[in-house]
C-alpha cells in the first residue's frame, strides 16, 4: 500500500497543446481519489502519467517514498481498469487475469491460489475458462477488475471502468467497486466524467477543467461549498441555477428584483458590484410571503420530485420539489432560500467570493 | 426478396448453372483427356467422357516422365513448386509482420521514409524490371537455386500493408494493459499480435501460396536445369505448339496436378477464412 | 492514423525493418534503377562496352513499328479482357446476390479459378482450340469455319482473350459480391417501394452504388492484362503468329532475351513502370477521394 503524490505535474504535447497545466495532489495510502472533468480537461492524461503509459513534461509523480518518472509501468507495481476493458480476447478468463503475473515469473501454484481467489471474490469462477467474447458486458468487468486484484498492486487506476455498462448495471457496479477497494484497502485512482460515480465512489474529489484542478475536498464538501463556478454547475443535478445578482450592502444581494440574504459573502464588496448568484433547485423553497418571483414554463415530473422550469432575467432557472408539495398547474412560483446555501461568484473569472 | 416472382428463382439460377459449367469444362476436359492414350486424343476422337487410363497416365507423370524428352517426373517439378511457394508465401509473411510492427508500433528516425521505401514496391511487378533483376541473381549465382527462385518474389508491399492495416485495428488499450502485466516488445508480439493475427496471416498465406505456386516468368528465366523446374513451366514445355507430338495425355494429367494444390488451398482455407471473418470480436 | 500508445527501443525497430528492407533493396531498387541507367546506354555488339546515349534508345523505340504495335495489341487485348471478364462476373454475382438456395454453393464453384496460373489456364484453353484435336475447334470445323489460333492472328487473339478472362471471372466476381452485399438492403427496399422494376433498381441504384468496386476493378484488370497474362501468351502463342499475340510485357521478354538489345528492353521496361506507376496514383487519388467524401 502507499500513497501516491503528483507535484506539479504537466503534459505539454508534441503540437505544443498543454493537457495537464500544473497539478499538485496528495493521495493518502488507502484514499479513493475521484478525478472529474468533461471530456478534455486532462484528467485521463493525468491517470495515465500515473500509471506511466504517457511521459511527464515536468514536475514528479511518487508513488510511495519513490518518485516513478522513468519508471516502466511494469515496475510500478500498479494495476488498471480500461474502459474498454483492454482484455485479451484470444486468451481465457484465467490466462487473462495470470498473465501479468506469469510475466513476472510468479510460481504456478501461487498464481493460481491467486487468479481463484480474486475469481471467487468476483463471482466469476464459473466461467474462467471462457473468452472474453463469450461474456456479457458486466462479466468483463469483473474480469477486467480480476486482473488488476490478482497483481496486489500498491496502486488502482480506473479509466471510466463503467461507462461502456447500461444504467442499471452501472449502479450496481459502482457499490461493488466501492465495497472491494474499501475490503481491500488499496489506493485507488478513478477517471469519469460522470459526477454521480464521482460523489458517490470518491473519498477525496478532483474536479478538473481545461488541465486545471478546480477543487479538490471531500464529496460534500465540495457539493456545499463549490470554490468555482464550474465546479458549482459540474457537481449536483440538475445543476445550480446562475442568476444574475446585485451586492445591496454586507450579506445582502438583489436577485430578480428580492433581497437575498447571504451567510458566505467576501468582505468589502462594493454595493452595485453585479455577481453570479449560485442557486440550488433542491435548496429552493416557497415562500409564504415575499420572494424571488418565478414564472413557471413547464414542469418535469420525476416520480418523487418535480422540476418547475422557468426564466429570471434571461437566465435559465430550474426549482426542485418533492411531487405534491407544490401543485403542478402553479403559474408563477415564490421562492425564499437559506443565506446559508445561497454561492456567490465573480462574474468573470468565477471564483468563488466568499469569506 | 422483395417480389415474389411466379417462376421462383428459375432465371438466377440457369444463369448461375451455365457460368458454373463454363468456368467448369476446360477443367473437366483437361480431366477427361488426362484418361484416354495419346492416340485417342491426337486423332481427334476423345469423347467427353473419363477413359480407362487413368492410373497409368498419372503413374508415368508423376514417377517416370514424359518419354519424348528428357523430362524430369512431375512429381520432382512439385517439389520444387511447393518449396518455391511455401519459401514465397512464409517469407513473405515472416519479413512483412516484424516490418509492419516496427512501422506501427515503435517511433524512431525515418520511420517515414522505410514506410515508402517498402510502399513503392507496391507498384513494380517483377515483370517490369525483369532483366535487371535476373542479372543480379546471377551476380549473386543464385541461378537453379531455391533462394533465387523465392528471395527476389519475397520483397513486396502487400504483406506490410495488410499487417500495418491489421494492427491499426488492435486497441491500443491492449498494449497498454500488457505494458502494465509487464510484457515488453517481445512479448507482446508472441502473447497478443501474433495470436490475434492468425487469420491475417492466413489469409495472407493463401494468396501468397498461389502466387508463389502460380509464378511463370520468373522461374522460366532463373531455372535452366530440368531438375529445378517449376511444374507451372515443365507444362509448357511438354507442349509443342505446332507438334501433333505433344503427349497431351501427359500434359493435361501434369496440368490437373498443377492446379490441385492451389485449388484445395482455395477451397479449404475458404472456411477459415469466413471463419475468421464472422468470429473476429470488436 | 497513428498509435497511442507505442513501445520504446532505438534499435530494435530497425533489426525488425532490415530483411524487408534488404530484400527490397536489393531485388527492387537496384535493379529498377539499373533498367532506367540502361535505357540510357547502348552496347556494342559483343556486350563488351557501353556508352551514354541519352534518350536514344527511346527514341528509337518509338521508330519501330513493331513498338506501336504491340501497344495497339496491348489495348485491344486489355480492353477485351476487361469489359469481357467484368461484365460476366458483374452479371454472375447480380444472380448469386439474390436470396437463392445454393448461393454459398455458387460461390464456391465460381471462386477457384482465381487459383489456377495464368499458364495452365492457357494450356487448358489451348487444349479445346487446338485445331486438329481440340474438341471445341472440331465442333468449329464442322460448322464450317475455318479455326487456326495457330495460323490466323485474331483466332490466336481469340484465344488468349478467353483464357485470361476465363481466368479472370473469379477474382471479379468476389469482389462484386462483396460489393452487392455491402448495399444496405432499405435503399433496395425503398427504391421497390417506390416503384421501380428489378432491372430499372439494378441500373439507378445498385449499379452507381457500386462503382467504387467497379472503378477498382477497372485498374486491377487493366494491371493484370498487362502483366499476369504473361503466362497465358507465352503457353498459347508465345506471342505469335507473326506477333499478332505480343504485348508490351511479353515484347520487353523477347527483345531483351532474344534480340539482346538490352538498352531497348530497358527502355520499354521504364515505360511499363511509368503505366504501372500511373495507374497506381490513379487509383490512389480515387481512394482518397472516396475515404475523404
Same mark, same amino acid.
Given at each position: 500500500m502507499a500513497e501516491v503524490v503528483l507535484k506539479d505535474v504537466r503534459k505539454t504535447y508534441a503540437g505544443g497543446v498543454e493537457a495537464v497545466k500544473g497539478v499538485s495532489l496528495d493521495i493518502p495510502d488507502g484514499g479513493f481519489c475521484v478525478l472529474v472533468g468533461p471530456s478534455g480537461c486532462g484528467k485521463s492524461t493525468l491517470l495515465r502519467m500515473i500509471a506511466g503509459l504517457e511521459t511527464i513534461t515536468a514536475g514528479s509523480v511518487a508513488i510511495g517514498p519513490r518518485v516513478v518518472n522513468d519508471v516502466e509501468p511494469a515496475d510500478r507495481d500498479i494495476a488498471m481498469v480500461f474502459q474498454n476493458y483492454a482484455l485479451y480476447p484470444h486468451m481465457s478468463v484465467y490466462d487473462n487475469m495470470a498473465y501479468g503475473l506469469k510475466n513476472r515469473g510468479t510460481p504456478k501454484d501461487e498464481i493460481d491460489k491467486r487468479v481463484k481467489e480474486a475469481a471467487r471474490i468476483l463471482a466469476i469462477e464459473s466461467f474462467l475458462a471462457r473468452k472474453p467474447r463469450a461474456l456479457s458486458g458486466g462479466q468483463r468487468q469483473r474480469v477486467a477488475m480480476g486482473r488488476a486484484i490478482v497483481r496486489k498492486p500498491q496502486v488502482f487506476l480506473f479509466d471510466e471502468p463503467l461507462s461502456n455498462l447500461d444504467a442499471k448495471l452501472r449502479v450496481q457496479m459502482r457499490v461493488e467497486i466501492k465495497r472491494l477497494q474499501r475490503a481491500l484497502g488499496v489506493t485507488s485512482v478513478y477517471v469519469t466524467h460522470d459526477q454521480v460515480e464521482a460523489m458517490t465512489l470518491s473519498d477525496k474529489l478532483v474536479v478538473m477543467n481545461a488541465g486545471n484542478v478546480e477543487q479538490v475536498g471531500l464529496p460534500n464538501d465540495v457539493y456545499k461549498r463549490p470554490a468555482s463556478r464550474f465546479v458549482a454547475t459540474f457537481i449536483g443535478s440538475p445543476p445550480m441555477n446562475i442568476v444574475p445578482g446585485i451586492v445591496e450592502g454586507d450579506g445582502r444581494v438583489a436577485v430578480g428584483g428580492h433581497m437575498l440574504a447571504v451567510a458566505d459573502m467576501a468582505p468589502g464588496l462594493a454595493p452595485g458590484t453585479v455577481l453570479d448568484v449560485g442557486l440550488r433547485p433542491e435548496d429552493l423553497e416557497v415562500s409564504g410571503g415575499p420572494g424571488i418571483r418565478l414564472p413557471v414554463d413547464f414542469v418535469e415530473e420525476l416520480g418523487a420530485t418535480q422540476l418547475f422550469h422557468g426564466k429570471l432575467d434571461g437566465a435559465e432557472m430550474v426549482v426542485q420539489a418533492p411531487t405534491g408539495a407544490i401543485t403542478s398547474d402553479t403559474r408563477q412560483l415564490t421562492l425564499t432560500i437559506d443565506a446559508a446555501k445561497v454561492h456567490l461568484f465573480d462574474r468573470d473569472t468565477g471564483a468563488r467570493r466568499g469569506r | 426478396m422483395v417480389e415474389k416472382r411466379r417462376f421462383g428463382n428459375l432465371v438466377p439460377h440457369l444463369i448461375l448453372l451455365v457460368g458454373v459449367s463454363i468456368v467448369a469444362f476446360p477443367v473437366y476436359l483437361a480431366f477427361v483427356a488426362s484418361t484416354h492414350d495419346a492416340a485417342t486424343i491426337a486423332n481427334g476422337q476423345m469423347q467427353p467422357v473419363p477413359g480407362p487410363h487413368f492410373l497409368e497416365n498419372y503413374y508415368r507423370t508423376i514417377f517416370v516422365g514424359t518419354s519424348s524428352s528428357t523430362r524430369e517426373p512431375v512429381g520432382t517439378m512439385m517439389l520444387n513448386s511447393f518449396v518455391m511457394a511455401m519459401g514465397i508465401a512464409l517469407g513473405k509473411i515472416l519479413i512483412s509482420i516484424i516490418s509492419a510492427y516496427a512501422v506501427v508500433y515503435f517511433r524512431f528516425p525515418f520511420r517515414m521514409t522505410a514506410f515508402w521505401i517498402i510502399f513503392v514496391t507496391l507498384m513494380l511487378p517483377v515483370e517490369v524490371r525483369i532483366y535487371p533483376t535476373y542479372k543480379i541473381v546471377a551476380d549473386l549465382g543464385l541461378i537453379d537455386t531455391y533462394a533465387g527462385l523465392t528471395m527476389p518474389l519475397v520483397a513486396s508491399a502487400t504483406g506490410t500493408l495488410l499487417f500495418r492495416q491489421f494492427f491499426m485495428t488492435i486497441p491500443d488499450e491492449l498494449l497498454e494493459a500488457s505494458k502494465i502485466d509487464g510484457a515488453g516488445a517481445f512479448r507482446f508480439f508472441k502473447d497478443t499480435v501474433l495470436p490475434l493475427s492468425i487469420t491475417t496471416i492466413a489469409a495472407l498465406f493463401v494468396i501468397q501460396f498461389i502466387y508463389g505456386w502460380n509464378q511463370y516468368l520468373w522461374p522460366l528465366l532463373i531455372t535452366t536445369k530440368d531438375n529445378m523446374q517449376t511444374i507451372v513451366i515443365g507444362i509448357k514445355k511438354m507442349i509443342v505448339t505446332q507438334d501433333a507430338l505433344t503427349e497431351w495425355q501427359l500434359a493435361m494429367a501434369t496440368a490437373v496436378l498443377a492446379m490441385l494444390p492451389p485449388v484445395v488451398v482455395v477451397v479449404l482455407m475458404q472456411r477459415l477464412f469466413v471463419k475468421g471473418l464472422v468470429e473476429t470480436e470488436k | 492514423m497513428e498509435k497511442r500508445s507505442v513501445i520504446s527501443g532505438r534499435l530494435l525497430p530497425y533489426l525488425l525493418l532490415l530483411p524487408q528492407l534488404a530484400i527490397t533493396l536489393v531485388f527492387f531498387y537496384w535493379p529498377a534503377s539499373q533498367a532506367l541507367w540502361q535505357s540510357f546506354m547502348l552496347e556494342d555488339a559483343f556486350g563488351l562496352s557501353s556508352e551514354f546515349v541519352g534518350l536514344e534508345n527511346y527514341a528509337a523505340l518509338f521508330q519501330q513499328p513493331e513498338y506501336f504495335r504491340a501497344v495497339g495489341t496491348t489495348f485491344i487485348f486489355s480492353t477485351a479482357v476487361t469489359v469481357l471478364s467484368l461484365s460476366v462476373a458483374l452479371l454472375l454475382a447480380a444472380m448469386a446476390d439474390r436470396q437463392i438456395r445454393g448461393a454459398p454453393v455458387y460461390k464456391t464453384l465460381l471462386i477457384w479459378p482465381y487459383a489456377v496460373a495464368p499458364a495452365i489456364a492457357g494450356v487448358l484453353w489451348l487444349f479445346m482450340f487446338q485445331?486438329?484435336?481440340?474438341?471445341?475447334?472440331?465442333?468449329?470445323?464442322?460448322?464450317?469455319?475455318?479455326?487456326?489460333?495457330?495460323?490466323?492472328?485474331?483466332?490466336?487473339?481469340?484465344?488468349?482473350?478467353?483464357? %485470361?478472362?476465363? $481466368?479472370?471471372?473469379? *477474382?471479379?466476381?468476389? #469482389?462484386?459480391?462483396?460489393?452487392?452485399? %455491402?448495399?444496405? $438492403?432499405?435503399?433496395?427496399?425503398?427504391?421497390?417501394?417506390?416503384?421501380?422494376?428489378?432491372?430499372?433498381? #439494378?441500373?439507378?441504384?445498385?449499379?452507381?452504388?457500386?462503382?467504387?468496386?467497379?472503378?477498382?476493378?477497372?485498374?486491377?484488370?487493366?494491371?493484370?492484362?498487362? #502483366?499476369?497474362?504473361?503466362?497465358?501468351?507465352?503457353?498459347?502463342?508465345?506471342?505469335?503468329?507473326?506477333?499478332?499475340?505480343?504485348?508490351?510485357?511479353? $515484347?520487353?521478354?523477347?527483345?531483351?532475351?532474344?534480340?539482346?538489345?538490352?538498352?531497348?528492353?530497358?527502355?520499354?521496361?521504364?515505360?511499363?513502370?511509368?503505366?504501372?506507376?500511373?495507374?497506381?496514383?490513379?487509383? #490512389?487519388?480515387?481512394?482518397?477521394? $472516396?475515404?475523404? *467524401?
Open positions: - | - | 485445331p486438329s484435336l481440340g474438341l471445341v475447334a472440331r465442333g468449329l470445323r464442322s460448322l464450317g469455319l475455318d479455326w487456326n489460333p495457330l495460323l490466323n492472328g485474331n483466332h490466336a487473339m481469340m484465344l488468349v482473350v478467353l483464357s %485470361a478472362t476465363w $481466368k479472370q471471372i473469379s *477474382y471479379n466476381f468476389l #469482389f462484386f459480391l462483396a460489393g452487392l452485399q %455491402a448495399i444496405p $438492403k432499405s435503399l433496395i427496399e425503398a427504391a421497390a417501394i417506390d416503384g421501380a422494376r428489378p432491372t430499372r433498381r #439494378f441500373w439507378t441504384i445498385v449499379f452507381p452504388l457500386l462503382s467504387p468496386t467497379t472503378f477498382f476493378l477497372l485498374v486491377v484488370n487493366i494491371v493484370y492484362v498487362f #502483366f499476369d497474362t504473361f503466362g497465358i501468351i507465352d503457353a498459347v502463342t508465345g506471342g505469335g503468329p507473326a506477333k499478332a499475340t505480343e504485348t508490351l510485357v511479353y $515484347k520487353v521478354y523477347s527483345d531483351g532475351r532474344l534480340g539482346g538489345d538490352l538498352g531497348g528492353s530497358a527502355a520499354q521496361s521504364v515505360i511499363l513502370m511509368i503505366i504501372v506507376i500511373a495507374l497506381t496514383a490513379v487509383q #490512389f487519388r480515387f481512394v482518397e477521394r $472516396k475515404v475523404q *467524401y
